[in-house]
Each structure stands twice: as C-alpha cells, then as structure tokens.
T-cell receptor
C-alpha cells in the first residue's frame, strides 16, 4: 500500500473550515484514500473514503486531486469536538490490512 | 447492533502472567485485527485475520498469539506478560462496502492493560 505524508499538527478556529492535507504521491490505480480520526483515548472512527471522485458525507468532504497524488479532508464547520488526530490511509481493494501513520493532530480553538 | 465489543476494558497483570483479550463483532465481517497504542504514540498492527481459520502477523506480533475459529471472535493472547506490553489494545473489524467501493474498518472502544 502507498505511503502517506501528513503535517504533524494544525490549528483551526471554531466554526471555520478545517482543511487537512495528505500527500500520497505513490498511490496506484486501485488504491483508495481513507480518512479516520481518533478522539482522545477512543477507538479510531471512520470518516470517509474515495477513489478518484470527490466525496461528501454528513461528517466531511474529501477532495482528491486529478492526478490522485494528494487529497484534502474538509470539515466544513469545525467544532471543539473535532479536536482529534486525523489519519490518512491509502489501501488497495485487495485487502483490509491497515497500517496507521502518525496522522495530523487537529486543535480546534474557541 | 453492538458492533465491535472488547473485554475486559481494564486489566492489571503481573509480569509473567498470561491472559486473553476478547473481541467479538456481530456484523458478519470477514476482517478482524488487533492494534496496540502506547501512550502518546500511534496505532501499531499486531495480528489480523481475513476469515475464519486465517491469521497473519502485523507490525509487532512478538509476544502475542491469535486464532480465528469463528467469524465473530478474534481473541488476543498474551503468553507471558511483560511491562513493555502495557498499552491500550484496540480490536477492529471490516467488510467490503456494497458494490466493491472499498472497505471500511470499525474499531472497538479499547482495552487498557497494565503489566506490573
């Protein structure tokens, strides 16, 4: 599975959009981009995933560049409860084995 | 729908003791896995399984055994506990999304283990 690169930490003001970048320049054609988050001491929570089209659900939007080498997770109106570590993972359709990197620690401030 | 259930939630062990962390899922998921997370650190994959009777090693398998005799259960056994195994352990399960559009993994709430 392709390796991902994320900034170690980011800040966001409450009520503003949080844009979390992820670089996955070695992604291959059948690999999906997944986003999870882990709120302090809890089990990671699935947010969203996509292949090449932009995706949106009730939690977030996922924007994948046309060359698929990077993506951005967007939390449209961040709240204090969105403070968490966000993990970007690239995984093929052939399996479930999931390796987590260090992720981005998002601090939402009042 | 209980999802992924882990027991016990908290456990204190003495060095050298053995124990089993239980994980059960009621979603008929093919995939199950165990992670550990040390304080302030990321998640590391211990073992995983893609179906009953099939298991494989992850990033940090030493000191742990697993088996998958049923689809629902995936216990993690610590053979001889060491202080270095003090950690939070997370179980996860997953299945293919409808239409084959990727797959999603769901996590349990964690089991806090302290080895003294």
């Amino acid at each position: 599975d392709a390796k991902t690169t994320q900034p170690p930490s980011m800040d966001c003001a409450e009520g503003r959009a949080a844009n979390l970048p992820c670089n996955h320049s070695t992604i291959s054609g059948n690999e999906y981009v997944y986003w999870y988050r882990q709120i302090h001491s809890q089990g990671p929570q699935y947010i969203i995933h996509g292949l090449k089209n932009n995706e949106t659900n009730e939690m977030a939007s996922l924007i994948i560049t046309e060359d698929r080498k990077s993506s951005t997770l967007i939390l449209p109106h961040a709240t204090l409860r969105d403070t968490a570590v966000y993990y970007c993972i690239v995984r093929g359709t052939g399996g479930f084995k999931t390796i987590f990197g260090a992720g981005t620690r998002l601090f939402v401030k009042a | 729908n209980a999802g992924v259930t882990q027991t016990p939630k908290f456990q204190v062990l003495k060095t050298g003791q053995s124990m089993t962390l239980q994980c059960a899922q009621d979603m008929n998921h093919e995939y199950m896995s165990w992670y550990r997370q040390d304080p302030g650190m990321g998640l590391r994959l211990i073992h995983y399984s893609v179906g009953a009777g099939i298991t494989d090693q992850g990033e940090v398998p030493n000191g742990y055994n697993v088996s998958r005799s049923t689809t629902e259960d995936f216990p993690l056994r610590l053979l001889s506990a060491a202080p270095s195994q003090t950690s939070v352990y997370f179980c996860a399960s997953g299945s293919w999304d409808r239409g084959g559009s990727g797959n999603t993994i769901y996590f349990g709430e964690g089991s806090w283990l302290t080895v003294v």
